[in-house]
């Protein structure tokens, strides 16, 4: 019979998870040793929680599927509730394990350490940022818990908490088994995708509007055949930026609103009817907007419910909502150019001496993947994400919605362990005082990505809001000089002619990390964050 902790291990395999990332504490030593010792999952350790819960969740982004952290009690899981509610917020199932006291600890009438008010307020903080929770404290019910946990976080796309108290990892217990899936109603999804269908047949001017619930769930090229088979052009949101990279044909570009190109925004605002797949409706995908979208010809699918007018249909998973689209779709239409408004994106950069500015940046990037083919790419929150908007459509994970600093660099080296693949990341000078540094545990594990640093020496989208405040300006930290002591090579950059050369010099560079810090003046920005800046402003002074 398996031990507690080797059921969990083996369960989190069946349910897809394909690697860990932790921090270990004495309340998680023990499951730490089986985690090493069983090579069940391979583990990568970071440096500081917050990077794990990034990491993890990035992982899960590029999967499609589940991303593994395993952290000690209380100071390390506290250190993990930002990178879980962004996750939350996100829609990135991350399956956060957390250490505790065994029950002989719990009774012994001491305060233990790393607990904060009570032994159970660990359990009551992470509850708020997960959509199911098991404690494992009773081997006999634990297989069960553990099984409905993991499908609830594939289900539902969405975090979860395992609590594993440290004096039940080696208790004999059932394999975790896996569970049916839930399945839709049929005749309520067939009703659901007659109504949607015929909906865009009739209308004049209909669209697709995708974000990250369509990656959530590994549909994207569904997506794609859907669109083909209705004639249908696809447009991203900001937050679903980076979708449907293999299908250039039907994805028109990003819509941005007033940061955007006027034939994004018309496509969407002027449809009679909009089918959004996965979407969510927030702030950053459509503040801007000068139309709110009109919900007698929206379609909303997410979170397995999709609103239609004012109607919803409950249980609708995303896999079966659009497979019953395509069976109805038809034969396909031919409609020549379907990415009616494609975008033209930044090329051609001079390698001249004229000092960088940050679109010249998505040009160099442009360039390079021309040359030597796309990379996976995360941004951080800051210009580098609105820069990464004239990038062309490239596989991304960056936190659009929830919109919090550090992600980039762990995402990054989450990626590159769960894909083997080598990713190009995007960050901001403040950002990266924040988790740049877990770029030192590349080393170990032999990762190599290339970091693209925005150093303007300033927190510059605050600065793009309100100019007049002197907080927004960050001290010159040299960051390039630091990579090589940390294990990896570092160079700065401040002409184009040195941006050009270092991005390929790294793509060359293999076995280590490269950093291309590249010196930007203060007080400018993308184009594309000058414009959402303006849009913005003009959207608060009309509300106003
Ligand atoms: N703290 C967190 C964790 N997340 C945030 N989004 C903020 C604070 C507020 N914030 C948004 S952007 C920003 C700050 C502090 C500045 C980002 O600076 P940097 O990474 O250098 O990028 P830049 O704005 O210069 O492009």
Redesign the pocket.
Known sequence: MPTLASALLQGLKDHGAREIFGIPGDFVLPLYKVIEESNILPHYELSHEPGVGFAADAAARYHAGLGVAVVTYGAGAFNTV?AIAGAYAERSPVVLIAGAPGARERSSGFMLHHQARTVDTQFAVLKEVTCDQAVLNDAATAPAEIARVLRSARERSLPVYIEFPRDMVAAPCEEVPVLPRTEADPDALAECADEIVARLKTAKSAAIIVDIEIRRYGVEEQVAQLARKLGLPVVTTFMGRGLMENAPDVVAGTYLSAAGDESINRLVEDADALLLLGVILSDTNFALSQRVLDPRHTMLAIDREVRIGHHVYHEMPLEALIGALIARAGTGRTRKALARGAMRYPRDLKADDTAIMPSDIAAAINDLFDKHGPMPMTA?????LFTAMEIENTALAAPGYY????FGVPAGIGVAAATGRRPLIL??????Q?TGWELGNCQRYGLDPIVVL?N?C?????RAFQPESAFNN?SDWHFADIAKSIGGHGERVATRRQLVEALDAAVKRRGKFSLVEVMLPRGVTSDTLARFVSGFKAAREKKA
């Open positions: 930002n951080d929150i800051g210009d580098c919109a919090g600093m550090g960050v901001g000078d403040g950002a990266f924040m925005f303007n300033s927190w510059e989208m605050l960050l």
